[in-house]
């Protein structure tokens, strides 16, 4: 995902997106540990790049509209 899209999206909404990659490259990360051979070598650092986006942005608007 682009930073613009994410940055399009609700707090709630990108918690459940960045929840979703983290469980996707868990997955990934099991399957080359158990041996099996992955589709698509290049999801590990789509992945990472997304979490890290998705991260920098949900602190960006946590700071700008804080909770409670």
């Known amino acids: ?10 707090v709630e909404e990108l918690e459940h997106e960045l ?8 997955n990934l990360r099991v399957q080359t540990a158990s041996g099996q051979q992955l589709d698509n070598v290049k999801r590990f650092r789509e992945l990472r790049r997304d979490i890290a986006r998705m991260k ?3 602190g960006e608007k946590k700071r700008i509209q804080p909770e409670g």
């Open 56 to 58: 920098t942005v949900l």
């Open 19 to 26: 929840r979703e990659a983290t469980q996707s490259i868990f």
């Open 1 to 10: 995902m682009r930073a613009k899209e994410l940055r399009e999206l609700t």
